[in-house]
């Protein structure tokens, strides 16, 4: 049985059989389950018979993973491709260009200037794709897996960052929160970045270290932070206000509204791709977007 | 006698021979004045030989016709269509993003969506060219005098914007400011937009009814208006901050920094391509970007 921690359209459960109004029952019974994070948590200690887990979410790291026995994780990675790398332009862009600032910020020029986009995935995919066809930009891509190379002019890992970073005109951090990217983006690695240059966070809040980033924005007023991630407090929960940087001039943000945030258009096709990923696990066994789980434990 | 209004950098006078230090004497002996329309404007009464005006800005509405009397007019149209057209996508991803709005504005996707960019001249080229290479727009393109249609899905006359208005997702205004286009977008014309336009101004503050225009995004709280240019008071200086505009929460603003504001790079770019201009009027009396006089009358 294939449960789902929220009731869904009518066209979604034609792609597979989907009982999203589960009894107890159905949920210590169910072998695999598809959700958000923080409602899958909820019933992990319920679910007896667990196999898969397929999130809708990109982003895994919120759920509970010491709690999770033997079932195979899924994520939903590349489900928000277009708009998250329509979101990371649209900061990249708002940070060069001074968006709402009511001040008046020099424009700074995006083409023809070094991209270097970190997780190459499908939003660090489609980012640099973007950048290329719009803006004629050289890009630089770090991951650990490339889905598709052909957009990047140089690749690299992650671990070699610090050798690309002051090369930068522009970084876009679409990284994964695990136990390997937290704070990735410090002081010591940044403080050294090219004049002018500008710093997006379309991954998540973490993989940036907050005061860190105060510290340098306000040594370096030539730098633009942008991001559209924020740093969770003890409730799990982004605080989207209370961060000291709304205070500098050269900070930009957006509410953690690039992915299906009130856009319902978005939010139903990351589903459906998500339902799909377990059509397909049901097909032939195979599914994209493993997680390692040991990345997260 | 070329003269310049303002002092230039010795590479831009290896180009042509200019006068950058003109006497008295020589301002009135002058055949041909490069420099910013508010400074020509100051030397027009002096000027008793004069045959050519070129300016380094793109548009020439500041310049001060009446007092024009034999000499032909060449604006700098085009020589800031790279940084004005990635300014126009700062502003559309600004708004469709909610960039800077310090609450959550729901994000709107531009990819496959009807851009309807008005002024076909170089910024509403590039601009039409960064939409359908980045996010695969549909272009409809109006301007008086296509220099190129390629980009263009659909291209008609300024006169016919009654008949696309109401199928854009989004409009930008690249147009000159002249007596056929001063208030063009105004409540009767916007007020049946699709749902969730976005209107972006880079021409000029006053081809929008600023009026009009509070009433429009007042009613309609899903329609975004982003703008470059805003309206010039009795002193003839725009006036950033003064705009009602900024109350909303569906207004997105920058500082007239689109040009050469504080980009030394834009700004030397830009002089020397009007000065290249000049250069070839003067070896086969051909120059481009000739201003229609009467328009401005």
Chains 1, 2 share one sequence.
């Not at 424009?107 to 200037?113: G, H, L």
């Not at 960052?161 to 136990?179: C, G, S, T």
């Amino acid at each position: 049985m294939i449960i789902s921690t929220q009731e869904l359209p009518g066209k979604l459960k034609e792609i597979i059989p989907i009982n999203d109004k589960p009894s107890e029952k159905d949920i210590e019974e169910a072998e695999i389950i598809v959700g958000w994070p923080k409602q899958i948590n909820k019933l992990l200690d319920k679910c007896k018979n667990l196999k898969v887990i397929q999130t809708f979410s990109a982003g895994v790291d919120d759920l509970d993973f010491k709690r999770i026995k033997e079932a195979r994780v899924f994520s939903n990675a590349g489900a928000y491709s277009i708009p998250v790398a329509e979101h990371a332009w649209g900061l990249i862009l708002g940070a060069a260009k001074g968006v709402n600032s009511k001040e008046r910020l020099i424009a700074y020029q995006v083409c023809n200037k070094t991209l270097l986009v970190l997780g190459a995935g499908g939003i660090g995919i489609e980012t640099a794709r973007i950048g290329k066809n719009a803006f004629h930009t050289f890009n630089i891509g770090l991951s650990r897996s490339f889905k598709d190379k052909s957009v990047f002019d140089t690749v690299d890992s992650v671990e070699s960052l610090h050798n690309y970073v002051e090369k930068a005109d522009i970084i876009v951090d679409a990284l994964p929160l695990n136990n390997s990217t937290k704070n990735i983006l410090n002081y010591n690695l940044l403080r050294n970045v090219k004049n002018n240059c500008i710093i997006v966070n379309v991954g998540r809040g973490e993989t940036v270290d907050e005061e860190d980033m105060f510290k340098l924005l306000s040594q370096r007023s030539d730098i633009r932070f942008a991001t559209d991630v924020f740093w969770r407090k003890e409730d799990g929960k982004e605080d989207f206000l209370s961060s000291p940087l709304w205070s500098l001039k050269n900070f930009f943000g957006t509410f953690h509204t690039a992915g299906a945030y009130g856009n319902e258009e978005v939010m139903l096709r990351a589903m459906e791709i998500a339902i799909r990923n377990v059509q397909s696990f049901l097909r032939d066994g195979r599914a994209s977007n493993e997680v390692r789980v040991a990345d997260y434990l």
